[in-house]
C-alpha cells in the first residue's frame, strides 16, 4: 500500500512559479511510475507529467518546457516545479504512483494562477 501526500499548491500570478512535492510512503521501491495529474473545474483529470523508475519523463504538450519533474532515486519524494505559469494552469493538482499495476492517488493539492 503506497500512501501519498501533497503539499505546495497555492495562489500565484501569472508568470510565476511554484514547486509542489509529492511524500511518498509504504512499499517505495515496489514503485513502477509516479506522476502528477490535474484536474480542473468542469474538465476531466489530465496527465502532466510522469518519471519512470528509470528516470524517463513524459509530459503534456501544455506544459513542455515550463514544468519539470523530478525525484529523489529512492522514491521517497517526487517533485514538480512549475515555471511560467498562465491561468489555464489553474487546477487541483494530484500525486499518482503506480505500484504492481495498482493506481493510488493523493488527496490533491489546489494551485491557482491569478492573471
Known amino acids: 500500500q503506497v500512501q501519498l501526500v501533497e503539499s505546495g499548491g497555492g495562489l500565484v500570478h501569472a508568470g510565476g512559479s511554484l514547486r509542489l512535492s509529492c511524500a511518498a510512503s509504504?512499499?517505495?521501491?515496489?514503485?513502477?511510475?509516479m506522476g502528477w495529474y490535474r484536474q480542473a473545474p468542469g474538465k476531466q483529470r489530465e496527465l502532466v507529467a510522469l518519471?519512470?523508475?528509470?528516470?524517463?519523463?513524459n509530459y503534456a504538450d501544455s506544459v513542455k518546457g515550463r514544468f519539470t519533474i523530478s525525484r529523489d532515486g529512492a522514491w521517497n519524494t517526487v517533485y514538480l516545479q512549475m515555471n511560467s505559469l498562465k491561468a489555464e494552469d489553474t487546477a487541483v493538482y494530484y500525486c499518482?504512483?503506480?505500484?504492481?499495476?495498482?493506481?493510488?492517488w493523493g488527496q490533491g493539492t489546489q494551485v491557482t494562477v491569478s492573471s
Open positions: 518519471i519512470t523508475g528509470r528516470g524517463t519523463t
Open positions: 499518482n504512483a503506480v505500484q504492481y499495476g495498482v493506481t493510488f
Open positions: 509504504g512499499s517505495d521501491f515496489s514503485i513502477n511510475v
